[in-house]
């Protein structure tokens, strides 16, 4: 992730106070497709991802970060999205903005 602060990660649980509003946002937005338990949104039937949407390439598996994204969103390929929350906060700001 380029962004030093966000959720979920797999170096730390996301924090109670977080997990509700990243739950409360989701449910507004995605309704019954939304799983608090997964924190994915299930795939919709109107659209479908093509295969080479959301390939993952094999050397990028070794990642960390990138097993833990396959491990809790295995229908990514699928169309099923993790829903992610990245802080407005200055230290993300100025990362996001030195890496551009």
Known sequence: MSLPEFWPRRDRATPADTAAFIDRLASQRYGSDWNPETGVVRRSGYKLLRPETAPIADELRSDSDVSFFEAINPGHREGDM???LAPLTLKNLFSA???A
């Open 97 to 99: 903005v030195y890496r």
């Open 82 to 84: 993790l829903v992610c």
